[in-house]
């Protein structure tokens, strides 16, 4: 998920604790979730463009890119997930607000609440490569797993992957690397 320039985060409270046991069943809901989210979106979707496929085949897979459908919202927004309001009632506070994300990637399927930038495009495209590597279980699990122990989205090591890959994209300073290569290297230090 990219935050939208409309998206702010700030610093909260701690953040309340959960058993072992509710974790795995937010963890569960979370996969549910992206999983319908995937289903409801992707006949909505359309390829990335032959510019796009172009500019981001010096990072990314080829059979990535391909397999990517890109859905650009008009009259709607992206739904929060169901288990929210347990959550809020729990007292989290601070859960990210899919609406005012720019973009939401749900495995292979982009999402996005804005016209797509490139810079989020690049972004959500790490996202698709950590669902390809880890699967959706193990991402839906890694990104529940990081909000809690990271305190909050800026904490959530999938998107501190994301958007460091994605200020590398935008400097721009002529290099292009392996997104795969990267995510791979995270996964194997465990900094997920």
Same mark, same amino acid.
């Given at each position: 998920?990219?935050?939208?320039?409309?998206?702010?985060?700030?610093? *909260?409270?701690?953040?309340?604790?959960?058993?072992?046991?509710?974790?795995?069943?937010?963890?569960?809901?979370?996969?549910?979730y992206?999983?319908?989210?995937?289903?409801?979106?992707?006949?909505?979707?359309?390829?990335?463009?032959?510019?796009?496929?172009?500019? #981001?085949?010096?990072?990314?897979r080829?059979? #990535?890119?391909?397999?990517?459908? #890109?859905?650009?919202?008009?009259?709607?927004?992206?739904?929060?997930?169901?288990?929210y309001?347990?959550?809020?009632?729990?007292?989290?506070?601070?859960?990210?607000?899919?609406?005012?994300?720019?973009?939401?990637?749900?495995q292979?399927?982009?999402?996005?609440?804005?016209?797509?930038?490139?810079?989020?495009?690049? *972004?959500?495209?790490?996202?698709?490569?950590?669902?390809?590597?880890?699967?959706?279980?193990?991402?839906?699990? #890694?990104?529940?797993?990081?909000?809690?122990?990271?305190?909050?989205?800026?904490?959530?090591?999938?998107? %501190?992957?994301?958007?460091?890959?994605?200020?590398?994209?935008?400097?721009?300073?002529?290099? *292009?690397?392996? %997104?795969e290569g990267? %995510?791979?290297?995270?996964?194997?230090?465990?900094?997920?």
């Amino acid at each position: 998920m990219a935050q939208s320039q409309h998206a702010t985060s700030s610093f *909260h409270k701690p953040l309340p604790y959960l058993s072992p046991g509710q974790i795995k069943e937010i963890c569960e809901a979370a996969e549910v979730y992206i999983a319908e989210q995937r289903s409801r979106f992707w006949g909505r979707g359309i390829d990335l463009s032959r510019d796009q496929l172009s500019s #981001l085949s010096a990072f990314f897979r080829a059979d #990535l890119l391909n397999s990517i459908r #890109l859905f650009v919202l008009e009259d709607e927004r992206v739904p929060n997930p169901p288990f929210y309001p347990m959550l809020r009632a729990m007292g989290f506070d601070n859960l990210p607000d899919f609406a005012l994300m720019a973009a939401v990637t749900f495995q292979d399927v982009i999402v996005s609440n804005e016209p797509c930038s490139e810079g989020v495009l690049f *972004h959500e495209l790490v996202h698709a490569e950590q669902y390809r590597q880890l699967g959706l279980g193990r991402f839906a699990e #890694l990104y529940v797993r990081g909000f809690l122990s990271g305190g909050g989205y800026d904490g959530i090591p999938l998107e %501190v992957n994301a958007y460091s890959l994605g200020t590398r994209f935008e400097d721009g300073r002529g290099a *292009h690397f392996s %997104v795969e290569g990267e %995510v791979s290297s995270w996964i194997k230090r465990g900094a997920f």
